[in-house]
């Protein structure tokens, strides 16, 4: 049985953030770093916030606090089923799914494969 060393086990730790920020690059067609990572997120957190806009905030305060509060491009991934909810409240179901299809496409290359958008048959 064969056990890292120290030295291996160090360099495993080195390897993680920057494999991850590699294979992010190749699906951006560019490096990835912690600073447009961040950029991007804030850019698709402050669109949900737009749209959603004083109504939303006003009336749907808990939404408005998710999305503001997501630590991360998954968290905001998952409180686009919340923000398309409300959209639809407001301006109905097919304005609404037109922005959060816009916003959905803002994720490409943020999130792990398995989170992305699949097609769906309901929409041809």
Not at 44 to 69: D, S, T
């Amino acid at each position: 049985m064969h056990r890292p060393t120290i030295e291996s086990s160090n360099s495993m730790r080195w390897i993680k953030p920057d494999l991850k920020s590699s294979l992010l690059g190749l699906l951006n067609g560019g490096e990835v770093t912690p600073s447009s990572l961040e950029k991007r997120t804030e850019g698709i957190r402050q669109l949900m916030l737009n749209e959603l806009g004083e109504f939303g905030e006003k009336h749907y305060p808990k939404i408005a606090l998710r999305v503001r509060y997501a630590q991360d491009a998954q968290g905001l991934w998952y409180a686009r089923g919340d923000v398309m909810a409300v959209l639809s409240a407001m301006q109905g179901e097919t304005i609404a799914r037109q922005k959060v299809s816009g916003i959905t496409k803002m994720f490409e290359g943020l999130l792990p494969g398995s989170l992305g958008s699949r097609r769906s048959s309901l929409t041809n």
